[in-house]
């Protein structure tokens, strides 16, 4: 805890620290990386698509779909049907304008050597049929695109939790707190755009496709025309463009340090008021506020302008066919159809627009999700699979412990503990207590030395063994949003027996059904029913459920009050006396069954032996003090 928010100051007091994966984003809008403000100035391209943004698409639609992404390659097919389909009605709803304008009663349609006559009611027959099976496709490309979307973001919150639990312990330490919050919100959302960018992709271009071809065999002119207006104007308004996803990959970035920033303030609210630090963080605040807001304020400008631009370029491309054919007398309707297969495509090209945008800035948040994810996994625990029946023997062979941050929190320990025995440790603050009892707990690994448990070495046994062997109870008792009942068994199975006997070795169980609804009372942040007490008492059941061979005891009672610590203290001389017991803690009752100690100081053991011979007078304070400093 302690750790946590002075790691979360450390951000606080020097806002240029570098903050997650992305460290470094903190650039101002002139400040741009060479290699993006270069990225956009070697070729034209269409809408800003680069192949390696597609690269990059692919890429995180298998991350966050896994096998499942397989279904996406059902989208150009459908894409294919639906872009016939669309194109078969606008040439037809065209014919039938015609028929109304000249006034005829029927048209005579040739394709491939074949030729048809239909009059207006089979045209508009057929028109009307099309919309139902246009709609029909578009319904079933939609649930494609939503199920898959929302797929995304449910397997990358998935991989999220599966990552995290799975993790060590000294690697989770080490994250800032609220993160998996943010990343499992912000970051796990963002997860849909791939798969939505994509999809829109996919029907835009082969939309863009097929009418490229219809027009060029309408009328090539018209299609040659269009065809260099749109590389003239997406070549005009290519400085815009690079612009705008500049200013989307800086907002993003930036918009991601504010969050964490905005959080770690949240965290550090009653510092920040006791020590008059708060203006200076909300202008702090402010400030990062702003600069997005000024990002933004481009991306969001050109967003409009753009499209506006295209459009009306492209209009009066349309004026200057029409202009010709008037001219040189050209066929109208052939004409006609292909300008207004042209404008429609406008929208298309807007919507892979749109959609690149949108990657690019959820790119920052996708990476940092990602990097996560793999950092996580990467700090996965190391176990065995050798079964522990029962722990007879602990054993620390010149143990080192080294925190990631380079500080040395124990030195060359050795240690030998044997069941029945109870061991206290004791000594100053900041002395190696708790990451003793970590390591013995298996929670932490030592740097170097060896930890052997009988003989063999702690990552050999399996986990799920181990855990029922070793149990540890610390200060601050957290229980979860639950009954008392869910507390002890904690998602173990145990039946209603257990959990009443693991509740009366502890000491618990009157307190528990002096409560009105029992075992079924909610405990947990936000439900005040029971006391400091009472509620470390509820934790110690939680640990002795499995009935352990090892517990550690973290100073329980340092929080406590003396009836409270009291009340702990007497559930603990029931336990077993087959059990390894480490008590670290200031209160001298809690350490009168110990029958040896030792004394940790700066990492290293110091004294060992009696109380006598680790002065443990000079240490410990009588009972009727409050507890330690
Ligand atoms: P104690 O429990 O005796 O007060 P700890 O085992 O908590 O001592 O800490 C021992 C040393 O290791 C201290 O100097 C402390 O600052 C450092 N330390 C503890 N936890 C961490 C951590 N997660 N990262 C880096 N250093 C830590
Ligand atoms: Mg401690």
Redesign the pocket.
Known sequence: MI?DSAAARRDVLSPDAKVGPEAGVRRSHADVKPSEAGRGTSRARLANVTPRMLRDIWMYTGRFLGLRRRRLLLEPPLALLIAIIETLQLLLVLRLLLLLVGGEASVKISFAGLSVEAGFISLASVAGALTFVNLGFRVLESRLVGGLAAEATSHARNMLFESYFAADWQQL??ERLGRLQQLLGVNAQQATTPVITFCTMSLACITLALYGIVIAVMAPVVGLTFLALAIGVTLLLRPLRGKSKRGARQASASLRELQVTATTYAQLNRELHVFAAHHAATRHLEQLNGTISEQFRQVRTNARLIPALFQQMLLSGVLFIVFVSWVLDLDASALGAAAVLALRSMSYVQQVNTATLQFIEAKPFLSELTHAIDTQRSARRRTGDEPLAHVDELQLDGVTFT???G?E?LRTVSLRLRRGEWIGVI?P???????LANLLVGLLTPTSGSYLVNARPATDYRSSDWKSRFAILSQEPVLLRATVAENIEFHRSADANAVRGAAERASVLDDITRQPYGFETLVGDGFGALSGGQRQRVALARALLTDPDVLILDEPTSALDLVNSSAVEAALQKLSSDTIVVVVSHRRNLLSRCNRFIR?EQ?VVVAEGSALQVGLDELVGGDEEAGPA
Do not use: M
């Open positions: 750790r330490q080490s925190y990631a941050d500080r929190a000594g603050s900041g002395g190696g207590k708790t990451t940790l990492g």
